[in-house]
């Protein structure tokens, strides 16, 4: 893992997959071809990026898969922003272990955001951060309209929110929020977003970025334009 900012106390990570064909947004195809979809799909993590950038007091980092990609992502983020590998067989240790790397660098808040919100407010992003300040919370959560979350943050390491979760159900939030409580850990839940997976989603963000509801995200929106010529 590369130097980290220790000026800032709260760390974000942005959980990503190389933009390779037929390995990222497959269920966008069609109408997209592979290729369209690992274009698209790049222009997300360009979006999340400038997100990220335009935060203040916060250190920025891309959680990447697989462990070659990192001059993939070298070339894409800017000095300041940390490069950390996926590691771990699902989802939950790959979360759990990013999280856990940053904890161990020292920040005393951590989150780890998806890569399929290229619309998401970065006020959602910055109310997040401004509740993890807050020392009776303990567990912040995005939650994505599809029952999973689009945001996770955390004050320390709590590995049974993530360990044996039925990954990519409709549950996932539930569940998330249901072990949370049981842990008796104080959980709050910011405004629900859309992930960008489907058809129907992919609809739903051209019509977005047309009418300006949401962040505006200009890799995303000029491709899109492209494409449509």
């Not at 190389?18 to 698209?40: D, H, I, N, W």
């Not at 044996?164 to 409709?170: F, I, P």
Request: proline share 7%; with cysteine; net charge neutral.
């Amino acid at each position: 893992m590369s130097k980290m900012n220790k000026k800032a106390e709260c760390a974000i990570a942005i959980m990503a997959k190389a933009p390779c064909p037929r390995e990222v947004k497959t269920r966008l195809c069609p109408p997209l071809s592979y290729e369209e979809a690992a274009q698209l799909y790049h222009c997300f993590l360009l979006d999340k990026i400038e997100q990220l950038k335009s935060l203040k007091a916060i250190a920025p980092a891309v959680a990447y898969t697989p462990d070659d990609a990192a001059p993939i992502f070298e070339a894409m983020v800017p000095p300041n922003f940390t490069l950390i590998p996926q590691k771990g067989p699902d989802l939950g240790a790959r979360l759990s272990n990013t999280l856990n790397q940053l904890l161990e660098t020292g920040y005393r808040r951590v989150m780890a955001i998806d890569s399929d919100t290229p619309t998401l407010p970065a006020a959602y992003l910055e109310r997040a951060v401004s509740l993890l300040n807050e020392p009776q919370i303990d567990v912040v959560l995005g939650p994505s309209e599809d029952g999973g979350y689009y945001l996770i943050g955390l004050r320390r390491l709590q590995p049974e929110l993530f360990e044996k979760m039925r990954w990519s159900t409709a549950h996932v939030l539930s569940e998330t929020m249901r072990r949370a409580k049981a842990k008796g850990l104080k959980v709050v839940c910011l405004s629900k977003w859309y992930d960008v997976d489907t058809p129907e989603d992919l609809k739903r963000l051209r019509e977005s970025l047309r009418s300006d509801s949401g962040q505006k995200a200009e890799h995303t929106q000029q491709f899109l334009m492209e494409l449509q010529k």
